[in-house]
C-alpha cells in the first residue's frame, strides 16, 4: 500500500467513525502531547519552546506508530510566543518550573483575576475591545496599561508575539502535508472552540470569581456569555477544516456538576452554548466535545443535539453510560484512562481497550484513544499495546461504508437536515460584528472622501483588520 | 439568650456578610467564642459536606460556605488564640513539584479551616524539601498533597521519601487527593490517606488524626 492509499484508507475510517457508522475497523486517533517528546528523545522543555522540534516528534511517532489520525502538535501553546507576548498565565518549562515537566496554565489569586467583578459591562459592550484595552494589559508583562506611556517592550511584545503566531500558524499547512505525505496521517481536528461560561472561568474571571459572580450577579454573567457567543462561534467557524470532514476542537472545562450546580448549567452554560453548535452544524462542521473531567450529569442534554453534530470524547466519565445515552446519535471516543497508560501493565491495557471496545464499539461509531491528553508519563509499551490490541481487535466484519464510497459523502454532515436549525439566528447583533475590531465606518469618518472602488478599501481595511481580531481571540482561546 | 441558629445557617447557606454580623453580635453578648466554633460553625460545615455527598449541595455553594465560615473566624481566631485555644490539628497543603493547579487544593484548605484546622498553605510546585520543612518547623499534624496531573503523581512519591529520608515521616499522616488520584495509588505510595473531593477533607484529617 502506497502512503497516499493508506492515507485515504484512515482518512475513510476515521471519517466513518465520526459519522457514527461502521469503517472497516476502530480508527485510532491519540492525542499524544508530550508522549511524542519522550518518543523521540527530547524533553518537555524542547517541544514546548521549539515547535519544529514538536512537529519533529509528531512525525516520529505518525510513521512508527499505525495510528489514523493524530493533530500535529497536540504540544499547542507554543512557550516561545507565550513569552514573546509576555503572557503571565503560563509556567514555561525550564523557566520557574523543571524543564523536564510540560507547561502548565496558572490561575492568578482571585484578587488579581485577568477582569474584575466590575467589569462585565465593558465586556458585553465591545468583547474584542475589551480584551485589547483591559484583558491584554493584564496578562502580560509587557504590554501597557491604556493611558499609561507606550513602551520600546510593549511595541516589540506585540510585534513579535502577532508575526509569531502568523508564522506559527503559517507552519501549520506544510506539518498537515508533511503527516500526510509522509506517514499517511490525517490530521484529526482543525479550529478551536470554548463555550461562552468556560472562557470566562478560564481567563477572564478564573474560576472562584466566576463561582462567586454567579451568587451575586448571575444576569451579568448571562449577558457576558450571550455576548461571547458570535465571537467564539466566528473564531470556531473561521478555523473549522474547509472540506468539512475533522470536527472543531472544543476544549470543555469547568462548567460541569460539580463544577457548577445542574441550575447553572441550565441557566447558564448551556444555553449560551447549545445555539454555537448548532450554528456549527448548520455550517456543516462538527465538533469534538472533548469532555475533560466528567460530564455525566448532562448527557441527557447533549442528547438534544442534532444527529451527527458532535463527536463526544469520555475522559473520567463513564464511557458505558455516555454509550447508552449519546450512541443513538453520535461517535464516541476516549476512555482509556491515563493513569493506567502511564503506570499500568500492558496486560491490564489490552483488557481494559477489550472492555471498552466490547462495551461500546460492537457497531462502529466509536475512535480509540486515551482519556486525556498524552504527557511523558505515558509508558511507550503501554500505547504500543493499546495501538496493536485495538487493530488485532478492532475489525469489523464488514463497514457500513463500501470501499468506493465517494469521500464527500462520508463528511459527518453529508445528508443532514439543518434546515430547521436555529443557531445564532435571531439574536441582536453585537455593536461591533465578529471578526473585526474597529468597525469600517469609524475609520471611515477618518478618512478625506474615498474615490474609486470603495468596496476594495473597505474589504481590504477589514480583510486586515480581521488579523487583529485573530491575534486577541487566539491569545484567549489558544495560547 | 441570643438564638444562634441563624449563624449556623448563614454559614450553610454561604451568606458571609450575615455570618459576619451575627458572629459580631454573639460576641458582643459575651457568647464563648469556641462556643461559636464548635456548636455551631462546625455542624455547619459538616452539614455542606454532607449535603455534598449526597448532590445536593455542589462545588459553588461549599465555596460560599466556606467562604461565610472564615470571615466568621477571622473575628474568633484572635480570641481563641488569645485564651490559649489550639485547633484541631494543624495542615501543611500544597501542590508537589510540577504541577500549578491549585483550585483543589484551595478547596481543601477553605474546607479543613472551614472544619477548625490551622492551615499552612505552602501553595504550588512544592518541593519535597518545603513539605519537609513545614513538618520541622511549624510542627504540622498533616501534610495534604495536591497534583491534577498524571505526570506530577510521581512527586507524591518522592515527597513521602524526602519525609522519610529526613526522619520526620512519624510525625505526621500524608494524605493526597487530586483528579488522576486513586485509593490504590495512596496504598502503593504509602499514604496514610486519600480523599476523593474537598468535601471530605474534614473527616479524612479526622480518621487519620485517630
Known amino acids: ?479 | 439568650m441570643l438564638d444562634l441558629q441563624p449563624l449556623h445557617d448563614a454559614i450553610l447557606n454561604g451568606d458571609a456578610k450575615t455570618a459576619k454580623a451575627l458572629t459580631e453580635q454573639a460576641l458582643a453578648a459575651g457568647v464563648a467564642p469556641l462556643k461559636l466554633v464548635q456548636d455551631y460553625m462546625v455542624p455547619a460545615m459538616g452539614e455542606v459536606g454532607r449535603r455534598f455527598e449526597c448532590n445536593e449541595y455542589f462545588v459553588p455553594e461549599l465555596l460560599l460556605a466556606a467562604r461565610a465560615m472564615k470571615g466568621a473566624l477571622e473575628l474568633i481566631r484572635p480570641l481563641l488564640t488569645a485564651s490559649g485555644v489550639q485547633p484541631v490539628g494543624r495542615v501543611a497543603v500544597g501542590t508537589v513539584k510540577g504541577d500549578l493547579h491549585d483550585i483543589g487544593k484551595n478547596l481543601v484548605a477553605a474546607m479543613l479551616e472551614g472544619g477548625g484546622y490551622e492551615v499552612i498553605d505552602l501553595g504550588v510546585n512544592v518541593a519535597p524539601e518545603q513539605f519537609v520543612a513545614a513538618v520541622k518547623e511549624k510542627h504540622v499534624h498533616i501534610v495534604a498533597l495536591s497534583a491534577l496531573l498524571t505526570t506530577t503523581m510521581p512527586s507524591m512519591k518522592t515527597t513521602i521519601e524526602a519525609l522519610k529520608q529526613a526522619g520526620v515521616r512519624d510525625q505526621v499522616k500524608v494524605v493526597i487527593g487530586g483528579a488522576p488520584i486513586t485509593q490504590r495509588y495512596a496504598d502503593e505510595i504509602g499514604a496514610d490517606g486519600y480523599g476523593e473531593s474537598a468535601a471530605g477533607a474534614v473527616a479524612l484529617a479526622k480518621q487519620v488524626m485517630g
Not at chain 1, 339 to 368: F, N, Q, T, W
Open chain 1, 1 to 479: 500500500m502506497t502512503t497516499d492509499q493508506l492515507y485515504q484508507a484512515r482518512l475513510r475510517r476515521y471519517l466513518t467513525a465520526l459519522r457514527n457508522e461502521q469503517p472497516d475497523q476502530i480508527p485510532i486517533r491519540p492525542f499524544v502531547a508530550e508522549f511524542t517528546a519522550k518518543y523521540a528523545g527530547m524533553t518537555c522543555q524542547q517541544v514546548a519552546h521549539d515547535y519544529n522540534l514538536a512537529f519533529e516528534a509528531a512525525v516520529k511517532c505518525a510513521r512508527e506508530f499505525d495510528w489514523d489520525a493524530i493533530v500535529p502538535n497536540m504540544v499547542y501553546v507554543w512557550t516561545g510566543l507565550a513569552q514573546a507576548a509576555g503572557l503571565r498565565y503560563y509556567g514555561i518549562p525550564g523557566i520557574g518550573i523543571p524543564h523536564t515537566t510540560g507547561f502548565n496554565f496558572i490561575e492568578p489569586p482571585e484578587d488579581q483575576a485577568f477582569m474584575r467583578e466590575d467589569e462585565y459591562d465593558a465586556l458585553i459592550d465591545d468583547p474584542t475591545g475589551f480584551l485589547y484595552n483591559v484583558w491584554l494589559p493584564r496578562i502580560s508583562t509587557e504590554v501597557a496599561r491604556i493611558g499609561e506611556p507606550a513602551t520600546y517592550r510593549n511595541n516589540l511584545a506585540l510585534v513579535k508575539s502577532s508575526m509569531a503566531m502568523m508564522v506559527y500558524f503559517s507552519a501549520f499547512g506544510p506539518q498537515i502535508q508533511r503527516l500526510q505525505n509522509e506517514c499517511g496521517t490525517v490530521s484529526a481536528i482543525a479550529g478551536i472552540f470554548k463555550a461562552p461560561f468556560d472562557i470566562i472561568g478560564d481567563k477572564l474571571r478564573g474560576y472562584i470569581g466566576l463561582t462567586m459572580d454567579m451568587a451575586t450577579q448571575p444576569d451579568k454573567v448571562l449577558k457576558a456569555c450571550e455576548a461571547l457567543m458570535p465571537h467564539l462561534t466566528h473564531v470556531g467557524l473561521t478555523t473549522a477544516d474547509p472540506a468539512k470532514q475533522v470536527p472543531i476542537g472544543f476544549w470543555m472545562h469547568r462548567g460541569c456538576v460539580p463544577f457548577i450546580t445542574p441550575k447553572q448549567f441550565q441557566s447558564h452554560y448551556w444555553p449560551t452554548l447549545r445555539p454555537c453548535i448548532e450554528e456549527f452544524w448548520k455550517h456543516g462542521n462538527q465538533t469534538l466535545f472533548y469532555a475533560e473531567g466528567k460530564w455525566d450529569h448532562h448527557l441527557d442534554d447533549f442528547a438534544t443535539l442534532p444527529e451527527r453534530s458532535i463527536v463526544f470524547h469520555v475522559d473520567q466519565g463513564d464511557i458505558f453510560l455516555a454509550h447508552q445515552k449519546l450512541h443513538h446519535k453520535f461517535a464516541l471516543s476516549g476512555g482509556i484512562p491515563n493513569v493506567l497508560l502511564s503506570y499500568g501493565k500492558p496486560d491490564e491495557v489490552r483488557a481494559h481497550c477489550r472492555k471498552v471496545i466490547d462495551g461500546v464499539a460492537k457497531d462502529g461509531g466509536y475512535i480509540m484513544d486515551a482519556s486525556a491528553i498524552m504527557q511523558d508519563d505515558t509508558s511507550i509499551e503501554n500505547l504500543r499495546a493499546l495501538t496493536d490490541f485495538t487493530r488485532e481487535y478492532g475489525v469489523y466484519s464488514a463497514g457500513s461504508q463500501p470501499a468506493s464510497a465517494d469521500l464527500s459523502q462520508l463528511s459527518p454532515c453529508h445528508g443532514a437536515d439543518v434546515s430547521r436549525l436555529t443557531g445564532l439566528t435571531g439574536r441582536a447583533a453585537p455593536r461591533i460584528k465578529p471578526g473585526i475590531c474597529r468597525p469600517w465606518e469609524e475609520k471611515a469618518k477618518e478618512l478625506p472622501p474615498i474615490t474609486g472602488d470603495q468596496d476594495l478599501v473597505r474589504r481590504v481595511w477589514e480583510n486586515v483588520e480581521a488579523l487583529g481580531n485573530t491575534y486577541i481571540w487566539q491569545l484567549l482561546l489558544s495560547f
